[in-house]
């Protein structure tokens, strides 16, 4: 089964990879180095018009966590800070009258050519596999069939609602136009999560087989019935 880059399917996080900024207006972040949270957070800022970090972390939630991770709101507004210092990004506190004031964000000239250059020029390296699922499975002569069953049959059920929610964004997409690299991000990540299920029922199938033939597993230990 395979995962999203540093987040797995069943929502356990991991570290994230680095991105390389050869250059800013201020000489790049420590030494020209962004981490890739600060590139995601840009990236949503290249699209037209000017967003809240608020409604940042929504489009997130609705984009990027269907093929990579979605950063929580306090790492999105870490982000902002860190490219308005670099000049990569710019804010305005828009007044609503009664209601409180809000700061609008938006991509500076210099950071939509720095998110570019890194684009077309950083490695996006191999991507992370990590399956917290798999690893417990991994691990089955210790553990109970009816737990692993249970376990499986959760993700399972998980993933048809994240296919939901991409169909879902979908809808949205089309309902906006003109944004077409980002359909076809969400086509990928709908190819993928429909995989996942396949691949999952097929390990549920494996593991009743060997539950219900008796084989012993790794050590000697029976794998046991359910």
Known sequence: MTTRQVKGLDGNGGSEPSGSDPGG??????GGRLP?????????????????????????????????????????????????????????????????????????????????RWADTADAGPAVLKHPLVLRVWL????????????LRAHL??????????ERAQDVSREIGHWPYP???LRWSERHHRAELELAEAMLADLERLWQAGEEAYGGQAAGGG
């Not at 609705?62 to 870490?78: G, H, K, R």
């Not at 902002?80 to 964000?105: I, M, P, T």
């Not at 059920?157 to 991409?166: A, G, M, S």
Request: aromatic content about 10%.
């Open 25 to 30: 207006p201020h000489g790049g972040d420590q």
């Open 140 to 151: 089955g002569h210790l553990a109970d069939p009816d737990g692993l069953r249970s376990q």
């Open 183 to 185: 359909e076809v991000a």
């Open 157 to 166: 059920e998980r993933t048809q609602e994240q296919l939901r929610e991409i």
């Open 36 to 116: 890739a949270t600060a590139w995601a957070v840009l990236g949503l800022l290249s699209f037209p018009g000017e967003r809240t970090g608020y409604e940042l972390k929504k489009w997130a939630d609705a984009s990027l966590a269907f093929f990579y991770w979605s950063p929580a709101i306090s790492q999105i507004y870490a982000e902002l800070r860190r490219l308005e210092a670099l000049g990569y990004a710019s804010s305005r506190v828009a007044a609503q009258g009664d209601l409180r004031n809000k700061r609008l964000y938006a991509i500076t000239e210099a950071g939509r050519a720095a998110l570019a």
